[in-house]
């Protein structure tokens, strides 16, 4: 089996910082591209960032320049560090992992439950 764990969300104030991780474990034989979502209430879930296993990055356009996503391939978990957070950032950050798993030879993906992040205005 594999989990795929998110944690470090919270309620933080407009121009604060969060840093969200996303953990994957199980049988596993490696993470490839790792993407974080977010959905708002009454809202389409949007990619907000997303990494490769190479370490390439893209972003959505309303968060270049505030948020960073980046990696650690030996513990197979993905960070979201987010500052300068706007009210409009709120939503539910989930993590998406495309994963390769023994003796099956193409990517399967695998969700978190997802972190709330609330930010005040």
């Known amino acids: 089996q594999v989990q795929v764990v998110e944690s470090g969300g919270g309620l933080v104030q407009a121009g604060g910082s969060l840093r969200l991780s996303c953990a994957v474990s199980?049988?596993?034989?490696?993470?490839?591209?790792m993407v974080w979502y977010r959905q708002a209430p009454g809202k389409q879930r949007e990619l907000v960032a997303s990494?490769?296993?190479?370490?390439?990055?893209n972003y959505a356009d309303s968060v270049k320049g505030r948020f960073t996503i980046s990696r650690d391939n030996a513990k197979d978990t993905v960070y979201l560090q987010m500052n300068s957070l706007k009210p409009e950032d709120t939503a539910v950050y989930s993590c998406?992992?495309?994963?390769?798993?023994?003796?099956?030879?193409?990517?399967?993906?695998?969700w978190g439950q997802g972190t709330q992040v609330t930010v005040s205005s």
């Open positions: 990494i490769t296993s190479g370490g390439s990055t």
């Open positions: 199980g049988s596993i034989f490696r993470s490839n591209a």
């Open positions: 998406n992992a495309h994963i390769r798993r023994p003796t099956i030879n193409h990517d399967i993906e695998y």
